[in-house]
C-alpha cells in the first residue's frame, strides 16, 4: 500500500517507536523478573546496549543498506553485517569488566538465597545473556534490512506511478492540442453563416461549441470524466461538423437513451471520431460514417466506421499514425489488459473499421 507522503511519514515514526518500545521492553523487563536485588550499574549497561543497538539499526538503514545491498554488493555487506553482532557482544564482555559486573551479579544472586545462588550468574548471566544479546542485535538487524528494503520498494512503486501519471497528462494534453483548430474556426465561420439563414440553428450550434470547448478547457483537467460527458462531447462534435457537409454524406451515430454514468478516461473517443470525418467523407462522392457506442454492465463498446475516399487514402496511414498510437499509449497506460482495439481497412469494401472494447470495472 502506498501512503501520501505525510502519512507515510507518521506511519514510519510510529513503526520506529514500537520497534524500540518492543526492544526497551526485552533489555529492561527482564532483569525485573529476577527477582534479585539488581545493582544500578546493570542497567547503565543495558542502556549502552541498547544505544548500540540503535546505533546498529540506523547504521544498517542508511549506510549499508543503500551503499551496498541496493546496489548488488552483497558479500561485502553480509561480510560487514556478520561482524556486527560479534562486535556487539565483544563490547558487551568489556563493559561488564568495566563495571565489575561479574562481582556485582554474583553478590546479587547470594542475597536472594540457595535458590538463585544455585549455579545463578555462570548459566543466568555469562550464557544466557550472551546469547540473548546475540539474538536480540540479530533481530534488530534483520527488522532493519527488512523496513529499509521494502521503504525503498515502496518510494520506488510511488516514483513509478507519479511517473506513469505525469505520462498520462503529458498524453492526454498531446491528445488535447491535436484536436484540429481548424474545426473551432470553421465551425464559428459556418454559424456565422447560419446567422443569416437559420437563427435558430446557429444558436443551438453556438450553444453546443461553448460547451465543446468549456469541456475542453475544464472538464478535462482531471484523469476521468464522466461517460455521460464524453459521449455528449461526441455527440456535439458530430453535430458541428455535419453544418459543413453536404446531402452525400450519411452520419448514423447511436449510442444508449440512458446512460449509466462510469468514470472514463476524457477524450478516448475522439480520435477515432475525428479521423472518421477527417478522412471518410467527401464534398462530392456518396460517403458514410456509422458510430455506436454500446454499453453491457461494465463493459463499453465503440465502433467507429467511414468509407474509404479514394482521394485521401493516402492519408489513411498518417491519419493512423500520432493520434492512434497516442491513443494506444493512453490505453496501455489506463486500462492495461482490460481493452481491445481493432483496426480494420478493407480496401475491397472500401470500408474502414475501428471496434474498442473497454472493460471500466
Given at each position: 500500500m502506498i501512503f501520501p507522503k505525510s502519512k507515510s511519514t507518521l506511519v514510519t515514526i510510529i513503526i520506529h517507536i514500537l520497534i524500540w518500545a518492543a526492544f526497551g521492553l526485552i533489555y529492561f523487563f527482564q532483569p525485573i523478573t529476577w527477582n534479585i536485588a539488581v545493582p544500578y550499574q546493570l542497567w547503565i549497561k543495558q542502556s549502552i546496549i541498547l544505544g548500540l543497538a540503535i546505533i546498529a539499526y540506523y547504521l544498517n538503514s542508511f549506510v549499508l543498506v543503500p551503499r551496498f545491498l541496493l546496489k548488488g554488493r552483497n558479500?561485502?555487506?553480509?561480510?560487514i553485517l556478520i561482524t556486527v553482532t560479534p562486535l556487539i557482544v565483544i563490547?558487551?564482555?568489556?563493559?561488564?569488566?568495566?563495571?565489575?559486573?561479574?562481582?556485582?551479579?554474583?553478590?546479587?544472586?547470594?542475597?536472594?538465597?540457595?535458590?538463585h545462588r544455585h549455579g545463578g550468574r555462570n548459566r543466568m548471566w555469562d550464557v544466557g545473556m550472551l546469547a540473548a544479546l546475540g539474538a536480540t542485535?540479530?533481530?534488530?538487524?534483520?527488522?532493519?534490512?527488512?523496513?529499509?528494503?521494502?521503504?525503498?520498494?515502496?518510494?520506488?512503486?510511488?516514483?513509478h506511478q507519479e511517473m506513469e501519471q505525469d505520462k498520462i497528462s503529458s498524453e492526454l494534453s498531446f491528445l488535447k492540442a491535436q484536436i484540429n483548430p481548424h474545426f473551432f474556426f470553421n465551425t464559428l465561420n459556418n454559424i456565422y453563416a447560419l446567422t443569416h439563414i437559420d437563427a435558430e440553428t446557429s444558436r443551438k450550434a453556438i450553444h453546443q461549441l461553448s460547451r465543446m470547448m468549456r469541456y475542453v478547457l475544464y472538464d478535462t483537467q482531471n484523469s476521468m470524466t464522466q461517460l455521460s460527458q464524453e459521449?455528449?462531447?461526441?455527440?456535439?462534435?458530430?453535430?458541428?461538423?455535419?453544418?459543413?457537409?453536404?446531402?452525400?454524406?450519411?452520419?448514423?451515430?447511436?449510442?444508449?437513451?440512458?446512460?449509466?454514468?462510469?468514470?472514463?478516461?476524457?477524450?478516448?473517443?475522439?480520435?477515432?471520431?475525428?479521423?472518421?470525418?477527417?478522412?471518410?467523407?467527401?464534398?462530392?462522392?456518396?460517403?458514410y460514417i456509422e458510430i455506436s457506442v454500446e454499453q453491457r454492465d461494465n463493459?463499453?463498446?465503440?465502433?467507429?466506421?467511414?468509407?474509404?475516399?479514394?482521394?485521401?487514402?493516402?492519408?489513411l496511414e498518417e491519419a493512423s499514425g500520432i493520434g492512434l498510437n497516442?491513443?494506444?499509449?493512453?490505453?496501455?497506460?489506463?486500462?492495461p489488459g482490460k481493452y481491445t482495439l481493432l483496426i480494420n481497412e478493407d480496401t475491397a469494401e472500401n470500408v474502414y473499421l475501428v471496434h474498442l472494447k473497454l472493460d471500466l470495472s
Amino acid at each position: 500500500m502506498i501512503f501520501p507522503k505525510s502519512k507515510s511519514t507518521l506511519v514510519t515514526i510510529i513503526i520506529h517507536i514500537l520497534i524500540w518500545a518492543a526492544f526497551g521492553l526485552i533489555y529492561f523487563f527482564q532483569p525485573i523478573t529476577w527477582n534479585i536485588a539488581v545493582p544500578y550499574q546493570l542497567w547503565i549497561k543495558q542502556s549502552i546496549i541498547l544505544g548500540l543497538a540503535i546505533i546498529a539499526y540506523y547504521l544498517n538503514s542508511f549506510v549499508l543498506v543503500p551503499r551496498f545491498l541496493l546496489k548488488g554488493r552483497n558479500g561485502i555487506y553480509f561480510l560487514i553485517l556478520i561482524t556486527v553482532t560479534p562486535l556487539i557482544v565483544i563490547i558487551s564482555g568489556y563493559l561488564d569488566q568495566w563495571l565489575n559486573m561479574h562481582q556485582l551479579m554474583d553478590a546479587a544472586f547470594h542475597r536472594a538465597g540457595p535458590l538463585h545462588r544455585h549455579g545463578g550468574r555462570n548459566r543466568m548471566w555469562d550464557v544466557g545473556m550472551l546469547a540473548a544479546l546475540g539474538a536480540t542485535v540479530a533481530l534488530v538487524l534483520g527488522i532493519s534490512t527488512s523496513i529499509t528494503v521494502i521503504q525503498k520498494w515502496q518510494t520506488d512503486k510511488q516514483v513509478h506511478q507519479e511517473m506513469e501519471q505525469d505520462k498520462i497528462s503529458s498524453e492526454l494534453s498531446f491528445l488535447k492540442a491535436q484536436i484540429n483548430p481548424h474545426f473551432f474556426f470553421n465551425t464559428l465561420n459556418n454559424i456565422y453563416a447560419l446567422t443569416h439563414i437559420d437563427a435558430e440553428t446557429s444558436r443551438k450550434a453556438i450553444h453546443q461549441l461553448s460547451r465543446m470547448m468549456r469541456y475542453v478547457l475544464y472538464d478535462t483537467q482531471n484523469s476521468m470524466t464522466q461517460l455521460s460527458q464524453e459521449i455528449a462531447f461526441i455527440k456535439d462534435y458530430i453535430s458541428l461538423m455535419q453544418l459543413r457537409l453536404t446531402d452525400v454524406v450519411k452520419i448514423d451515430f447511436r449510442a444508449p437513451e440512458l446512460v449509466k454514468d462510469m468514470a472514463v478516461a476524457p477524450m478516448i473517443f475522439l480520435p477515432f471520431v475525428e479521423n472518421a470525418f477527417k478522412h471518410g467523407v467527401s464534398a462530392t462522392q456518396p460517403s458514410y460514417i456509422e458510430i455506436s457506442v454500446e454499453q453491457r454492465d461494465n463493459i463499453l463498446d465503440l465502433k467507429v466506421v467511414n468509407t474509404i475516399i479514394k482521394e485521401q487514402s493516402n492519408n489513411l496511414e498518417e491519419a493512423s499514425g500520432i493520434g492512434l498510437n497516442n491513443t494506444r499509449r493512453r490505453l496501455d497506460l489506463l486500462y492495461p489488459g482490460k481493452y481491445t482495439l481493432l483496426i480494420n481497412e478493407d480496401t475491397a469494401e472500401n470500408v474502414y473499421l475501428v471496434h474498442l472494447k473497454l472493460d471500466l470495472s
